[in-house]
């Protein structure tokens, strides 16, 4: 993250390595629910991948690869998103 320029950006950087799983293990998702105290919906959660998209009841952004299409939109979605559109697309409604 600091290499990258985004260090500031975060509030935490959560790694599948602590929960001793691989996505889309619940247990990696549930270290969000757990590091924040939140429940699932009210945490922002970015993806490029499709497969994981709809996680667990989280708020989704997606962040569409280059030529990638997402088949089925899952009402978790809160749409297609850029770095700019974020935090717009994943503040409460």
Same mark, same amino acid.
């Given at each position: 993250?600091?290499?990258?320029?985004? +260090? !500031?950006? %975060?509030?935490?950087?959560?790694?599948? +390595?602590? #929960?001793? =799983? %691989?996505? *889309?293990? *619940?247990?990696?998702?549930?270290? /969000?629910? +757990?590091?924040? !105290?939140? #429940?699932? +919906?009210?945490?922002? %959660?970015?993806?490029?991948?499709?497969?994981?998209?709809? =996680?667990?009841? %989280?708020?989704?952004?997606?962040?569409?690869?280059?030529? #990638?299409?997402?088949? =089925?939109? *899952? /009402?978790?979605?809160? !749409?297609? /998103? /850029?770095?700019?559109?974020? *935090?717009?697309?994943? =503040?409460?409604?």
């Amino acid at each position: 993250m600091r290499s990258a320029g985004l +260090d !500031g950006w %975060f509030e935490a950087l959560l790694s599948a +390595d602590a #929960a001793r =799983a %691989f996505k *889309p293990h *619940p247990a990696v998702y549930q270290l /969000a629910v +757990d590091r924040f !105290g939140l #429940a699932p +919906d009210r945490i922002g %959660f970015v993806t490029a991948n499709g497969w994981d998209a709809a =996680a667990h009841g %989280f708020a989704v952004a997606w962040l569409r690869p280059p030529g #990638a299409v997402l088949l =089925a939109v *899952p /009402a978790s979605i809160a !749409g297609e /998103a /850029a770095w700019a559109t974020l *935090p717009g697309q994943l =503040a409460p409604g």
